[in-house]
């Protein structure tokens, strides 16, 4: 069984910084690990993804340039540096994990609880 925890997320001004965490539990987790966030009334949507030896990443054109996905290796924790945040990146941020490198949710097996992530103007 592996548990997937994130943390990191608060409130922030717009143009301002956080970095979220994922760290998995359980048994060896040579996973891929995914991104993805859910804004109020919305679908839930891809952010960035990371190979399990972090050779790899993806990133979705809304977050391109802003966003850092990163992780030093297969069991250190995976992290998420948002720069130049938006208010449109106000959503619940899930970390997940797949056994191979996707953009599509249903190929994740694990997901955190996820953890709030609010900018403001």
């Known amino acids: 069984q592996v548990q997937l925890v994130e943390s990191g997320g608060g409130l922030v001004q717009a143009g301002g910084s956080l970095r979220l965490s994922c760290a998995a539990s359980g048994r060896t987790f040579y996973y891929a690990v995914g991104w993805f966030r859910q804004a109020p009334g919305k679908e839930r949507e891809f952010v960035a993804a990371?190979?399990?030896?972090?050779?790899?990443?993806y990133y979705a054109d809304s977050v391109k340039g802003r966003f850092t996905i990163s992780r030093d290796n297969a069991k250190a924790p995976v992290y998420l540096q948002m720069n130049s945040l938006k208010l449109e990146d106000t959503a619940v941020y899930y970390c997940?994990?797949?056994?191979?490198?996707?953009?599509?949710?249903?190929?994740?097996?694990?997901w955190g609880q996820g953890t709030q992530v609010t900018v403001s103007s």
């Open positions: 990371i190979s399990w030896s972090g050779a790899s990443t």
């Open positions: 997940a994990g797949s056994p191979s490198l996707s953009t599509t949710q249903h190929e994740y097996a694990y």
